[in-house]
């Protein structure tokens, strides 16, 4: 047998004046690689891509390898890449007998709110009966666009991302089981109204914790799949939210049942998903007293506004100058995205003295007020071509590239600039670049969960600091027009009340 594997993966912040063009989908090549290379990159790797060819390889499949695009998250998606994408996609599926992609699920573009939906919709329309298995991202916003294309659907059950692999394996292993005859997967797909927001989002706290915990419990049960999505809030789309995919052997009714026990928890839980925005002054505060107080590893300072992985510029400079004023000593920070002053920076050479306009650079409409440029002095102590090999669970084995990178130290402030925007959730992105994290007093890292992979363990305190930028952790900074209505917590203040999900849907 003949299977295709690809990806096309983006997570789409509507918000994002960040361009999601070819290129950012390309790691720095002219097209996103293809063919039998991506296997050789992928195999053995903690990524959906390395679960699909660890199974397809076991069953004895023949793989034809297509693209590998994925892009950071940023804004909606460039019509002719997403043409691009699709074209090559639908191409693949003309000559393979079944197909195991690796989708986000919330992606966007100019000109479709359900970039994966309808790219389901195209290979169907072409090949009606082809089996198709897709993999999605915690965050993915599901839709029914999606169910009705593809035979088997299955997520991340952690977040931080640390579960990757499993999550095609197990989409992989119900996929081929399937066509062996073995199984016949019958799926369900339920929403409820609400949006969690990411900050609340992590899978070391409740109520995520308990969610994807009885999702697995169900899937070592009745069920061959069980799949609670967070959803992606930034993605202003109709089904935008949380939802459950829950996959039985023929049982409709089953996979109904269990899909709504996870809807109703969740909506429960509700008010445990709401964040609660602390003044940054107060954080700032409290990130000193913690750098004072007994104990060991560095105090993290997290601008959450501003996390690449969510679409953000990853160039706001409000926290940055907080720390600066504040006077805070041994600081690293990761990282600002700048590929303009890691050139000033290379021109001038190390040991050298520079005065830079860092960040503050990419205008965003979806805000009334924009992050500024900071003129800064500093050295440059290291220019570095930005390539890491990542050895936490996220993603391990594969080779990180930040592009031309430098470290510009203001005092004993050192800050991480970059060229192309990656999340700070390996400590081997500072390694790289000649730092160590856990002999710092404070880090600063532009993140918002996935810091926690790699920095959690180590930091003696995290501090969460309010700064700037598209990803706000405060809905009320940006307009939500397409999320379908009423939806939690932006429609109403249900403190206390035991409205059902039903219920609050029919307010209308
Ligand atoms: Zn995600």
């Known amino acids: 047998m003949k299977v295709g594997i690809a990806m096309m993966s983006h997570e789409t912040n ?12 390309s790691a720095g090549r002219d097209e996103p690689r293809s063919g039998p290379e991506v296997v050789e990159v992928y195999r053995g790797t903690a990524s959906c891509l390395g679960g699909y060819i660890q199974v397809a390889e076991a069953r004895g499949a023949d793989i034809l390898m297509g693209i590998a695009a994925g892009a950071p998250p940023s804004g909606p998606v460039e019509n002719d890449c997403y043409e691009y994408m699709c074209n090559a996609i639908v191409e693949l599926a003309g000559h393979v007998d079944a197909l195991l992609l690796d989708l986000h699920g919330a992606m966007a573009t100019k000109t479709y709110e359900d970039g994966e939906g309808e790219l389901l919709r195209r290979i169907r329309a072409s090949y009606p009966d082809l089996p198709i298995a897709v993999s999605l991202d915690m965050h993915a916003n599901v839709t029914s ?12 059950h952690t977040y931080p991302h640390i579960d990757m692999d499993e999550t095609s394996v197990r989409a992989a292993e119900i996929f081929f089981d399937m ?24 899978t070391d706290d409740h109520p995520n914790k308990a969610l994807q915990e009885r999702a ?29 995919v829950t996959i039985t052997d023929g049982n409709a009714d089953t ?38 107080a007994p104990g060991d590893g560095p105090v993290i300072i997290l601008d959450h506004y501003d996390n690449t992985a969510s679409g953000g510029t990853m160039d706001t400079t409000e926290v940055l100058a907080a720390v600066l004023d504040a006077g805070l000593e041994d600081v ?32 965003m409409p979806a805000l009334q007020e924009q992050s500024k440029p900071l003129t800064i002095t500093g050295e440059v102590k290291l220019l570095s071509n930005g390539r890491f090999k990542a050895r936490v669970a996220m993603a391990r084995g594969l080779t990180m590239s930040m592009g031309p990178s430098a470290v510009l130290s203001v005092g004993s402030v050192d800050i991480a600039i970059i060229s192309r925007h990656i999340e700070p959730y390996d400590p081997e992105c500072f390694r790289c670049l000649g730092m160590e994290p856990t002999q710092r007093k404070y880090l600063m890292l532009k993140s918002r969960i996935h810091y926690r992979v790699g920095f959690k363990d180590l930091a003696k305190e995290i501090v969460e600091c309010a700064g700037r930028g598209v990803c706000t952790s405060d809905y009320s900074e940006v307009e939500f027009k397409n999320v379908r209505r009423p939806i939690y917590p932006l429609d109403g203040d249900l403190k206390g009340s035991n409205v059902t999900r039903a219920e609050f849907e029919q307010r209308g």
Not at 14 to 25: A, E, G, Y
Not at 186 to 196: E, F, G, Q, S, T
Not at 217 to 224: F, I, P, R, S
Not at 258 to 283: C, G, I, K, T
């Open 216 to 244: 697995r419990q169900l899937e070592e049960g009745e069920c061959l799949a069980v799949s609670l999505f967070t959803g992606f809030p930034h993605a202003d789309i109709y089904d935008a939210g949380l939802s459950v």
């Open 332 to 363: 690293a920070v990761f990282g600002f995205y700048d590929p303009d002053v890691v050139q000033e920076m290379i021109a001038a050479g190390v040991g050298n003295e520079v005065t830079v306009e860092l960040g503050g650079k990419l205008p």
């Open 145 to 156: 666009l999606m169910l009705d294309n593809c035979s088997v659907l299955t997520g991340y």
């Open 179 to 202: 066509l062996d005859g073995k199984v016949a997967p019958v799926m369900h797909w339920d929403h409820a109204p609400m949006l969690p927001h990411v900050m609340r989002q992590g």
């Open 14 to 25: 509507t918000f994002s004046p960040v361009v999601t063009d070819l290129q950012r989908f």
């Open 255 to 292: 996979a109904r049942g269990y899909s709504d026990e996870l809807l109703d928890q969740a909506w429960a839980d509700r008010e445990h998903f709401v964040y609660e925005v602390e003044p940054p002054e107060q954080s700032m505060q409290r990130a000193q007293q913690a750098a004072e």
